[in-house]
């Protein structure tokens, strides 16, 4: 039971995280990385105890990091981007930023259907963490990167 209330956590952080993106707010460095990070972290600690065993296993793994990247850059490009009068960079998903979500989750599910399993679920918070990596790369590459948003201060 411990490990289903795992999986429910980080689909309610997943879900939060992308319902949120569907709302106005201000584009924060530090929090384009964040999430990723945090994911990431809980991510590599499920891979390091479950690796992919056999060449299937780590193809299906590799298959899911690409599809991730894709769909994550896509996501990121689909995202409304603008300055506010005070010169703030903002942020809003699109109706094509959520049917892409949509197709990132059906891509994900379909690729560890036809995989029947050769991927542990656990992996999920590895897979999100690539998935928002690319999608807030690509916002803050529309943004003009590091230089209009330095993520540290060099003094």
Same mark, same amino acid.
């Given at each position: 039971?411990?490990?289903?209330?795992?999986?429910?956590?980080?689909? #309610?952080?997943?879900?939060?995280?992308?319902?949120?993106?569907?709302?106005?707010?201000?584009?924060?460095?530090?929090?384009? *990385?964040? $999430?990723?990070?945090?994911?990431?972290?809980?991510?590599?600690?499920?891979?390091?105890?479950?690796?992919?065993?056999?060449?299937? #296993?780590?193809?299906?793994?590799?298959?899911?990091v690409v599809?991730? $990247? $894709?769909?994550? *850059?896509?996501?990121?490009?689909?995202?409304?981007?603008?300055?506010?009068?005070?010169?703030?960079?903002?942020?809003?998903?699109?109706?094509?930023?959520? $049917? %892409?979500?949509?197709v990132s989750?059906?891509?994900?599910?379909?690729?560890?259907?036809?995989?029947?399993?050769?991927?542990? %679920?656990?992996?999920?918070?590895?897979?999100? #963490?690539?998935?928002? #990596?690319?999608?807030?790369?690509?916002?803050? %590459?529309?943004?003009?990167?590091?230089?209009?948003?330095?993520?540290?201060?060099?003094?």
């Amino acid at each position: 039971m411990e490990i289903l209330n795992t999986y429910v956590l980080w689909a #309610a952080i997943a879900v939060f995280f992308i319902v949120r993106q569907f709302m106005s707010a201000p584009i924060r460095p530090r929090s384009l *990385l964040v $999430v990723p990070l945090v994911m990431g972290y809980f991510g590599i600690q499920a891979i390091v105890k479950t690796p992919p065993e056999t060449v299937l #296993a780590g193809t299906v793994f590799l298959v899911n990091v690409v599809a991730g $990247v $894709v769909l994550g *850059l896509a996501r990121g490009a689909s995202t409304k981007v603008w300055q506010a009068a005070d010169g703030t960079w903002m942020r809003r998903g699109t109706l094509l930023t959520l $049917v %892409l979500w949509i197709v990132s989750i059906a891509a994900r599910v379909g690729i560890g259907f036809a995989s029947h399993g050769a991927t542990p %679920l656990d992996t999920i918070t590895f897979f999100l #963490a690539v998935t928002f #990596a690319a999608q807030n790369l690509a916002v803050w %590459l529309r943004i003009g990167g590091a230089r209009t948003h330095p993520v540290v201060e060099v003094r």
